[in-house]
Nanobody
Framework: QVHLREAGGGSVQAGGSLRLTCTASGRSINDDVIGWFRQPPGQEREFVAAIAWKPHYADSVKGRFTVSRDNSENAVDLRMLNLKPEDTAVYYC???????????????????WGQGTQVTVAS
């Protein structure tokens, strides 16, 4: 059983940057599809990015966010630049249940969710 834990959230001004890390324990995730999602206040969870054999991004973050693997740490990073107030949310990482060759943006097709980390962007 793999357990995921997010770290790196915080509060920044608009235009600032943060790096989130999703660290796995229990087994290697180096061949898994790992997704990042976020849940803004009062809204549903939404897809942000995923890393498979290449990265995939939601249109709202493309060009500002970068998802990458750190295989030595059994982790996946999400680097966020030029943050906007609308990026404020709890950010989660999760492991895709669809296998290593399918990239999905649907939250219901991910499992082993972390506890989440808060990102707050002030205007």
């Amino acid at each position: 059983q793999v357990h995921l834990r997010e770290a790196g959230g915080g509060s920044v001004q608009a235009g600032g940057s943060l790096r989130l890390t999703c660290t796995a324990s229990g087994r290697s995730i180096n061949d898994d599809v790992i997704g990042w999602f976020r849940q803004p206040p009062g809204q549903e969870r939404e897809f942000v990015a995923a890393i498979a054999w290449k990265p995939h991004y939601a249109d709202s973050v493309k060009g500002r966010f970068t998802v990458s693997r750190d295989n030595s740490e059994n982790a996946v990073d999400l680097r966020m630049l030029n943050l906007k107030p609308e990026d404020t949310a709890v950010y989660y990482c999760a492991l895709s249940s669809m296998g290593r060759w399918v990239v999905t943006t649907r939250a219901e097709e991910y499992e082993n969710w972390g506890q989440g980390t808060q990102v707050t962007v002030a205007s």
